[in-house]
């Protein structure tokens, strides 16, 4: 006589009850992973000359005169444009745009945390209504879009990777 009968059930496919450990881990890689995104691709499109405009930078002292004329010469933007040669939003010296490009990333439970350095961001003068850190923190929809789709992506390749194989003997 035979031995006793043995079914083997494989199981193949994503985890059926994806735990909340895990989404929480999950989530906290791809916030992650949204909040780099910015940092590679975004922080340089603030220092550009065009950022003004994309990002609605409100307007600096002088930039409202003709070029050629003394009020825009005595004015903060002719100052900038004579001593360093430029009109680029943000950017004085360089200093602050360079330690923005050494922003990192932190991720915390559902949150990611941009770590810049660039101190200069946080000078207001008080009689100003320029907000420098305001203006770097600018997200456009458009960004704002491509990051959650960058997210999105890595959570659905961590949940991917969650796939089993598991065989388990029925009966016998």
Known sequence: MAGPLVIKVIEIGPVPGLGVRWFNKFLKLAVADGAQLWVD???????????????????????????????????????????????????????????????????????????????????KHPASAINMREEFQTILPVEHVEMAARMELRFQREIDTLRTRRTRPIGG
């Open 41 to 123: 691709k975004f922080i340089p499109k603030h220092f550009q000359k065009s950022a003004t405009r994309r990002y609605g930078y409100k307007p600096r002292k002088g930039m409202e005169f003709a070029r050629g004329t003394k009020e825009f010469r005595d004015s903060y933007s002719g100052n900038k444009l004579r001593v360093k040669g430029h009109l680029i939003p943000l950017v004085f010296s360089g200093e602050t745009r360079d330690l923005a490009k050494a922003s990192t990333v932190k991720p915390i439970a559902k949150r990611a945390e941009v770590r810049t350095p660039a101190r200069g961001l946080n000078r």
